[in-house]
Nanobody, 115 residues
Framework: QARLVESGGGLAQPGGSLRLSCATS????????MSWYRQAPGKERELVAK????????YNNDAVKGRFIVSRDDAKDTMYLQMNNLEPDDTAVYYCKAEWPAIYWGQGTQVTVAS
């Protein structure tokens, strides 16, 4: 059974950094395209970044380009999201998702950016 568990969220000050992890099990992580989404209060869930099975990355959200870095460690079956220079608008629940060849979601981790 596929399982995705996000961790690393919490409270950060504006300008600070957090590193999210998405630990996976139950499927062959190394062949999967993966992504990070986020959902802010009262807003729709939005795609933040993608990383394919060859570790090629795409940042779909202009607001995070240059500040967020997605990466993966296939030896650990884990994906990461390094978030730098955090802004209050980054406050959201962050979800990891296995995109292809099958779709699985994690349960999310809360990120709050506030002084």
């Amino acid at each position: 059974q596929a399982r995705l568990v996000e961790s690393g969220g919490g409270l950060a000050q504006p300008g600070g950094s957090l590193r999210l992890s998405c630990a996976t099990s139950g499927f062959t992580f190394s062949i999967y395209h993966m992504s990070w989404y986020r959902q802010a209060p009262g807003k729709e869930r939005e795609l933040v970044a993608k990383i394919d099975s060859s570790a090629r990355t795409t940042y779909n959200n202009d607001a995070v380009k240059g500040r967020f870095i997605v990466s993966r460690d296939d030896a650990k079956d884990t994906m990461y999201l390094q978030m730098n220079n955090l802004e209050p608008d980054d406050t959201a629940v962050y979800y990891c998702k296995a995109e292809w060849p099958a779709i699985y979601w994690g349960q999310g981790t809360q990120v709050t950016v506030a002084s």
